[in-house]
């Protein structure tokens, strides 16, 4: 049923040979790794906003375009840094290899713990500001908004689990209409305010204090959301069509000119209208002005949900690729590095699906809480990749490494001064959470790498191993023991397979009573079979204590060199309902069982046939066979 499920869900596996046909090119890469800067419009205007309304009053509506300005250059640096890593890293893997290779382990791990927290925030954000969006223009929807964040995660995860090809088709164009909505929306109201428009007065009830340096810092820090998923681009370097290196520096350069002119345009726009949006979502209360209630402004509050929506699909593509990166230098677990039936990381889309959810419910949808947490983890991992690139200007130099030096370097100063403005701004509205997370994720990767190294360390193999590399003499020697609960055809099976594998069988038995034991024995003479049956007596009802002591006692008479199989009998029924009724005795035994070297388990399934087929058999109707039985 779950196959069949799956299959609906997310369609046929591909080969491996399909590979090459599942990457995209400039016109599906920019929707899709565009998307989450892109929808930042939606938002991160009116989080300015929601800093200098408060404290300046009406002045608020002339100081954001200083700090707008200040967001756009701090945009175009970043570009023409993450160019240059998308010229020396096509790989993929971003901030995290780059820090790693120039700036030592811990600067790199850091940059990936960093970065992933940011992904995982970005799918939470998104998707809680793109539900306020609809919420605003659709009042009713309001009582519904954590199962609408939820269901659309869950809609987001499919989605992606479909694969790269069909995944870009889904949530690419969306991201298109979003952009000709919004393009629309700032040439309709400078149209307008050209006619003669003017905007009514808005209600600010704020009192007006003076304009302050830090006041200005910190609607910066809120506002830097804005240039969230610039990174993306780089991170997935390999998820485009060759030449993979030019298609993705050709989707940076257009997603820094289209945030340049969304961003740049709405918030200029919203300077004229006086939009406050405290009282609702800045990009739909502002299209109700130059539109009014018709059609294009349903179009914008659409369009403006469904970007924001699918802004968390930047983080679907780059979170998976990010880990599975991580997961090949062993710092986070291998699964992440594995692709799934549509050659997507899917364990990598399922994780961050499953953490932005609980995000979600936790923080209760609210994006400004949400929004506290936000943009410190990506300006981190910023800082660190560009630092790391000034670090491979300095070592390696070649042509203009002069220029490409200064471009790094003080991408790095910016990004660095942006991190300590949110960290200190943003402190007591969440950034602590994420301060406080990163030093604990990179904790956790450094023990997964330290265990990886000492598994390979146990398990590699050299020439000094003689005596194990001696396989065809230093064989060992097998002795078999079948626990058997009762004699049945599972049992049975079993002991017959026992023998075909060693001829020192035993048949092991925990019995709780004497009575049970009796009837056992007398059952067991049905086989008429040289394998011993061996009957332990449990006054406590333990059933592995008894074994475990039986193999290590002077009856048994271990030698080292054996190697003890033991046989587990079990039985699988057809429904999943029926395996409620039945205990999984046998699963707490491999477990335990396993923990010894000299011992190896292995279990022998009997299926049995569905109910109805062998009721059906008996020929009776079922109230004379419960009356029978």
């Known amino acids: 049923m779950f196959e069949k499920l799956k299959r609906i869900l997310i369609g046929k596996p591909l080969p491996n040979e399909a590979e090459k046909t599942e990457k995209y090119g400039v016109l599906w890469g920019l929707p899709i790794l565009s ?49 240059q890593t998308i010229d020396n890293y096509p790989n993929g893997g971003g901030a995290f290899i780059v820090a790693k290779d120039n700036l030592g382990v811990l600067a790199g791990i850091v940059a990936g713990a960093a970065l992933s927290v940011d992904y995982i925030l970005t799918v939470a954000v998104s998707i809680s500001s793109g539900v306020d969006q609809i919420v605003t223009a659709l009042e009713f929807l309001k009582p519904y908004k954590i199962v609408l964040c939820l269901f ?90 060759e030449p993979a290196t030019k298609h993705a520096k050709t989707v940076l350069l257009l997603l820094s000119l289209i945030i340049f002119v969304l961003f740049g345009g709405t918030t200029l726009l919203a300077t004229h209208y006086h939009v406050v949006p405290t009282e609702g979502a800045m990009l739909v209360l502002m299209a109700g002005q130059v539109f009014g209630k018709t059609f294009m402004y349903y179009v914008v509050a659409a369009t403006t949900f469904i970007i924001l929506v699918f802004a968390a699909n930047t983080a679907f593509s780059g979170f998976p690729m990010l880990v599975a990166v991580m997961a090949k230098e062993e710092f986070v677990p291998r699964q ?39 943009a410190i983890g990506v300006f981190i991992s910023f800082t660190l990749s560009q630092l790391g690139m000034f670090v491979r200007w300095l070592k390696n130099k070649g042509s203009y490494w002069h220029i490409k030096a200064f471009i790094n370097g003080f991408g790095a100063l910016t990004t660095f001064v942006v991190v300590i403005i949110i960290a200190i701004t943003k402190f007591r509205e969440g950034a602590w959470i994420v301060v406080l997370l990163i ?65 020192n069988v035993i048949a092991f038995n925990v019995s709780i009573n004497e009575e049970q034991a009796k009837k056992l024995q007398e059952r067991y003479k049905m086989l008429n079979c040289s394998i011993p049956l061996v009957i332990r007596y449990s006054p406590y009802r333990k059933i592995l204590e008894p074994l475990l002591e039986y193999i290590k006692s002077e009856e048994y008479n271990y030698q ?57 058999k008996k020929n009776k109707p079922l109230w004379k066979v419960l009356e029978e039985d």
Request: proline letters at 4%; aromatic letters at 10%; charged letters at 15%.
């Open 560 to 616: 080292k060199g054996d190697m003890i199989t033991v046989i587990i009998p079990k039985f699988t029924v057809q429904r999943w309902w029926q395996k409620i009724l039945h205990n999984h005795t046998w699963l707490f035994i491999e477990k335990e069982l396993l923990k010894h070297k000299h011992i190896v388990v292995s279990v022998m399934p009997l299926q049995l046939k569905d109910d109805y087929v062998v009721l059906k």
């Open 439 to 503: 030093p604990l994720l990179v904790f956790a990767m450094i023990k997964v790498k330290l265990h990886y190294i000492a598994v390979a360390d146990q398990l590699r193999v050299t020439p000094e191993d003689k005596e194990l590399l001696d396989v065809e003499h230093n064989i060992y020697r097998n002795r078999v023991i079948v626990p058997i609960e009762s004699l049945n055809k599972a049992s049975i099976r079993a002991l017959r397979f026992a023998k075909t594998i060693s001829d």
């Open 35 to 83: 998307s989450d800067a892109i929808s930042s419009v939606a938002y991160a205007g009116q989080e300015i906003l929601f800093v200098l309304l408060p404290a300046i009053g009406f002045l608020a509506f002339k100081e954001i375009q200083i700090v707008t300005s200040a967001i756009i250059i701090l945009l175009f640096i970043l570009m023409l840094s993450y160019r």
């Open 152 to 241: 659309l995660v869950l809609f987001l995860m499919i989605g992606n689990l479909r694969g790269i090809r069909e995944s870009s088709r889904i949530f690419g164009i969306p991201a298109y209409a979003f952009m000709f909505s919004i393009l629309a929306l700032i040439i309709a109201g400078y149209v307008k305010l050209k006619m003669g428009y003017v905007p009514p007065e808005p209600k600010i009830n704020y009192p007006s204090h003076p304009v302050t340096l830090i006041l200005l810092l910190k609607a910066f820090g809120s506002g830097c959301t804005a240039l969230t998923g610039v990174e993306a681009v780089s991170n997935a370097v390999p998820n485009f069509k």
């Open 336 to 374: 992440l590095s594995m692709k799934g039936d549509k050659l997507s990381y899917s364990n990598g889309i399922i994780i961050l699906a499953a953490v932005s959810a609980i995000l979600i419910l936790v923080f209760n949808g609210n994006v400004t809480a949400l929004i506290g947490l936000y």
